[in-house]
């Protein structure tokens, strides 16, 4: 029943920024959290960052500390990813995660993601 679209990917050198967007629509409930994570083709998919849906407290994967930034809009039901000093190594598909509770800690997909391509 859950919708989700994700959506600001793109191609940028080395060194630039991109804003990710992700609109959650369909069924109607709160979630414990919701975060971005990344894959690779034959590679595991990987936690970016989470926040909070109502408190907004932060959590950032090591290597994104410092260039990342998780933000949201409840009212509007988005997530928001802002991706500074871009690396060749953050090239993935971008997805968005729902962890419906605090008690799981499971995050579930619905989106197809959006590509993420840093190079030269």
């Known amino acids: 029943q859950v919708q989700v679209v994700e959506s600001g990917g793109g191609w940028v050198q080395p060194g630039g920024s991109l804003r990710l967007s992700c609109e959650v629509s369909g069924r109607t409930f709160t979630p414990w959290r919701m975060g971005w994570f990344r894959q690779v083709p034959g590679k595991e998919r990987e936690y970016v960052a989470s926040i909070t849906w109502i408190g907004g407290s932060t959590y950032y994967a090591d290597f994104v500390k410092g260039r990342f930034t998780i933000s949201k809009d409840n009212a509007k039901n988005m997530l928001y990813l802002r991706m500074n000093n871009l690396k060749p190594e953050d090239t993935a598909v971008y997805l968005c995660?729902?962890?419906?509770?605090?008690?799981?800690?499971?995050?579930?997909?619905w989106g197809q993601g959006t590509q993420v391509t840093v190079s030269s």
């Open positions: 995660g729902i962890r419906p509770t605090m008690e799981r800690n499971e995050f579930h997909f």
